[in-house]
Nanobody, 122 residues
Framework: QVQLVESGGGLVQAGGSLRLSCAAS????????MGWFRQAPGKEREFVAA????????FYADSVKGRFTISRDNAKKMVYLQMNSLKPDDTAVYYC???????????????WGQGTQVTVSS
């Protein structure tokens, strides 16, 4: 079992930055993939970014590429999402996820955090 707890959400003006953190507990296998999804009101959950735990290989949605950076600290079992140049369209609940394989479909992820709200004002 893996438990995930997000933090770092909040209210920010367009063009600003936020850093989300995800603390993982339980057994994180080296083959795991950690990531972030988001869900805006009235919309489906969408893939944001992912990182392979062992290699550090990263993956991004086109909508955030160049603005968001995912990273991890293996020793601390932490995953981060640095979000720069934020736009009102980035407003959503952001979820930390974990899975044994990389995927962009939310149904493929076994473990989810409770979510943290990010609101970007125009």
């Amino acid at each position: 079992q893996v438990q995930l707890v997000e933090s770092g959400g909040g209210l920010v003006q367009a063009g600003g930055s936020l850093r989300l953190s995800c603390a993982a507990s339980g057994r994180i296998f080296s083959r795991y993939c950690m990531g972030w999804f988001r869900q805006a009101p009235g919309k489906e959950r969408e893939f944001v970014a992912a990182i392979r735990w062992w290699s550090g290989t990263t993956f991004y949605a086109d909508s955030v590429k160049g603005r968001f950076t995912i990273s991890r600290d293996n020793a601390k079992k932490m995953v981060y999402l640095q979000m720069n140049s934020l736009k009102p369209d980035d407003t959503a609940v952001y979820y930390c996820v974990a899975n044994t394989n990389y995927d962009r479909k939310p149904d493929e992820y076994d473990y989810w955090g409770q979510g943290t709200q990010v609101t970007v004002s125009s």
